[in-house]
């Protein structure tokens, strides 16, 4: 087994849509190329191979997996398709634990048919249907507030306040929040609710907000290209005892086009000049 430390590197990980045109097989030979000691992979890139396979090339590489994403999507306009959702989340606790990741990401869905009310009290039916499964696992539920703009289609819960009322309706351990700079960072009270996470706090992504935004699902950027202050939010985000990895999550389609071997390089100066 290889052994990747990090080097300068210790918390970076790799979240494997920022180079959306590779396999995991490539996203793992990348971090190993580049002395990326975390990657975060997409539950869909295992498909092909399954996950104990998945699982063996990771830990071949000799790296740790930060989180597995995604769960969620529970909102469904009949009760089967509910159903069907909350079976779907269970297999990716399963995908989790195999993968050796604490960690599942939860995008919860969006209005799917019904009222925003009625979608948010799936959401919580839901993830309570699952929790027993995820302690009994070692898998805690990540939830992960988007920006309100995906409120409809994608994630009911859409501020950091919002995913922390969810938390605290389980208090429990195993459930806590993700918190992601790209849908977080326009919200005047996000300190207070970073604050307020403490130690529920699973996870947390870095990125950044371009001026203009073209496209607000493919077009966030590399940090340090828009108006974000990357490094003030991690400071918030430590200073609750937060020192787990952390995640450069970049959807963009100029930054898919490109090698991603450059995206990487480029991925490492930055996380250096604007994070830590």
Known sequence: MNSNSGGDFPRLSFNTRTVNSWSLKECVEGCARHDIPWIGPWRDQFDDIGVEEAARLIRDAGLKVSSLCRGGFFPASTREERDAAIEDNRKAIHEAATLGTDVLVMVNGGMAGNSIQEARKMVRNGIGAILPYAEERGVKIGIEPLHPAFAADRAVTASLEEANDLAEHFNSPWVGVVIDIYH?????????????????????????????????????????????????????????????????EIFNEEIWSRDGDDVLAQMKERYLSHVL
């Open 184 to 248: 977080v960072w326009w919200d005047a009270h996000v300190r207070r609710e970073i604050e307020r996470a403490g130690k529920s706090i699973l996870g947390f992504h870095v990125n950044d907000w371009l001026v203009p935004n073209t496209n607000v699902l493919v077009g966030r950027g590399m940090m340090g290209d828009g108006v974000v202050n990357n490094r003030e939010l991690r400071e918030w985000v430590d200073a609750e005892g937060y020192d787990g990895p952390i995640e450069v």
